[in-house]
Each structure stands twice: as C-alpha cells, then as structure tokens.
C-alpha cells in the first residue's frame, strides 16, 4: 500500500483553505507592482540625467551659482528618493496569495498614492520657487515682471502650474474614490 505524503497533504490543506484571489484584483495589484518598478526606474533616469548633469555643468564652469544649482538639485533629489523610498516600504508586494491580503495592498498602495501627491506638490512649489529665484538671478535680470512674462517662465510656471495642479486634483479624487471602494470592500469581507 501506498503511504500519504504529510507534507504534501499538509500544502494542498493549507493551499485549500486559502481564499481564491479575485483574478481583476491579483491584475490590479501586478499592474501596480509593474508601475512601481517603471516609477523606480525612471528615479534613476532622472538621478542620473539632472543630478549628473548639473553636477559636470558645475564642475566645467566652476561657477558659484551653478555650484549652487548643482548642490540643490542633489539635495532635491535626496529628498525625493527618501520620501519614494519610504512610500514604497512594504508596498511591493502582498504578504500572502489571499483575497485578504491582495486587498490589504491594494488599499496600503492608495493610501501611499494620497501621500506622494500632497508631498510632490510641496516640493514642486519648493522645487519652483527655487528655480524661479535662481534663474532670476543667473540671467541678471533687473525687472521682475519682465523675467516673469518670458516665454519658458510663462509656460513653465503660469501654465504648467495649473495644469498639474488639475491633474494632481483629478488623480486625489480617483484614489480616494478608489480607496473608499477598497475600504468598503474589506469591510464586507469581513461581515462573511
């Protein structure tokens, strides 16, 4: 006669108690760990193109005030890194291959979305400001209106601004239309 496999009866148990994960939902969530990978990516891109790019601008100008930019523009970056770093902390993936814990990733990712667009938009105010005031200074510019009704200037800040600030308000409202389905769906989950 043939003995049973402890281990493996004890797997297809543990594999058989487990709540089947939705398929739309186990999608959702390997879309987003596909975008999260993309985000980390283009992070270096930029780390590498800004940060290395006005770190050799500095070093052949060997001018203060590009000195200056340099040393923003990396301390800009530190910042982001930090907070994109902390924002993905356990966010990669679920803890288990549960309904419940697809769930739980799904929600932990959007409340982490509402937090990166209240912090990408005070740093772009700061990132802005900066910009603004060194450019200001960099072209020796001596009429503020002037300066400020130039074309990039126009199109960068006047435009630009709004632009991603609709954005920015759009994307909040979805998240957080998203977050309270989420929400509404764990607690039905846990009435069954």
Known sequence: MHEPDVELEGWRRQWLSQDAVTADLRAKVESGTRSMRWGLA???VVTVVMGGGSLGWALASRRADVFVLALAVWIFIAIAWTVSTLLRRGAWQPAAATTTA???ISILRCE???QAI???AVLYVIILAFDLL???DYLAET???TFL???AVVVIAWMGTPILAAVAVWYRRRLRRELRNLLRL???LADS
Request: zero cysteines; hydrophobic letters at 40%; glycine letters at 4%.
């Open 143 to 145: 009429d503020v209106w």
């Open 112 to 114: 982490r979305s509402l």
């Open 118 to 120: 209240g912090i990408q």
């Open 102 to 104: 697809f769930l739980e």
């Open 134 to 136: 060194w450019l200001y």
């Open 42 to 44: 283009w992070e270096i």
């Open 186 to 188: 764990r607690s039905d």
């Open 149 to 151: 009704t130039r074309p």
